[in-house]
């Protein structure tokens, strides 16, 4: 298996839950590129962006399509439609206990959980799974309830939930992978951005792509 980075389930608002959809879906608001600290370091981060778009492009996809691979075989058999399910499930739950920005020290246990207790996860509607997914109900429905005997959702009274039995103990390891990847990744890409920055700023020429 190629050693190169993989990927990642997308993150969504609690608050701006039923607004997504496949037909509407956003990207979560980031900071400005001047706020990254590497990308300040940046003499001009759009020109270094268009000069290196190839290499960046086929990095970061490259990264996304190897880590849902490694999902999809780790926790759903290859079923993407159960895996979105269950990432959305185990995002929004904790949402509202994660904001961006926090330190671990502020908002994690000394386990390093964000959650110690299943009373703190909110629950999804099957409505709301259904609107996030883009998945239809009865299919979203029945992915629920195979997920369900798998162990990796529970039903409670609100709605359900992402199990810690399952998720906990099998994703630790898998996200220690991921994070490595992920952080090689971004080094590659900082790297293609810092030498076209650097061409771009001595005035050097960069090969338009045919």
């Known amino acids: 298996m190629s050693t190169f980075p993989g990927y990642e389930l997308p993150v969504f608002n609690l608050p701006a839950l039923v607004m997504y959809n496949t037909a509407t879906l956003a990207p979560r608001p980031s900071k400005n590129f001047q706020q990254i600290a ?5 003499k001009n981060f759009e020109t270094a962006f268009d000069a290196a778009f190839s290499t960046v492009f086929f990095a970061t ?9 490694r999902f999809g075989r780790l926790l759903a058999k290859n ?22 920005g926090s330190l671990p020290s502020a908002i994690l246990s000394a386990r390093g959980r964000a959650v110690e207790d299943e009373n703190q996860i909110k ?12 998945v ?25 939930i992402a199990s810690t ?5 099998e994703l630790r390891d898998f ?20 030498d076209a920055d650097a061409r771009a700023t001595a005035g050097g020429t960069i090969k338009s792509p045919r």
């Open 123 to 134: 629950p999804l509607r099957i409505r709301d799974i259904t609107s996030i997914t883009g």
């Open 61 to 69: 996809n490259r990264f996304l399509i190897e880590h849902m691979l």
């Open 38 to 42: 590497e990308l300040g370091k940046l």
């Open 165 to 169: 039995d399952r998720i906990e103990p």
């Open 79 to 100: 079923d993407y439609e159960a895996l979105m399910i269950i990432g959305v499930l185990a995002h929004q739950g904790v949402a509202h206990l994660m904001p961006p």
């Open 175 to 194: 996200t220690r992978e991921s994070v490595t990847r992920l952080i090689a990744v971004a080094d590659e890409i900082m790297t293609a951005l810092r």
């Open 136 to 160: 239809p109900r009865e299919t979203t429905r029945r992915k629920l309830a195979q997920l369900e005997v798998q162990h990796f959702v529970r039903k409670v009274p609100a709605g359900w």
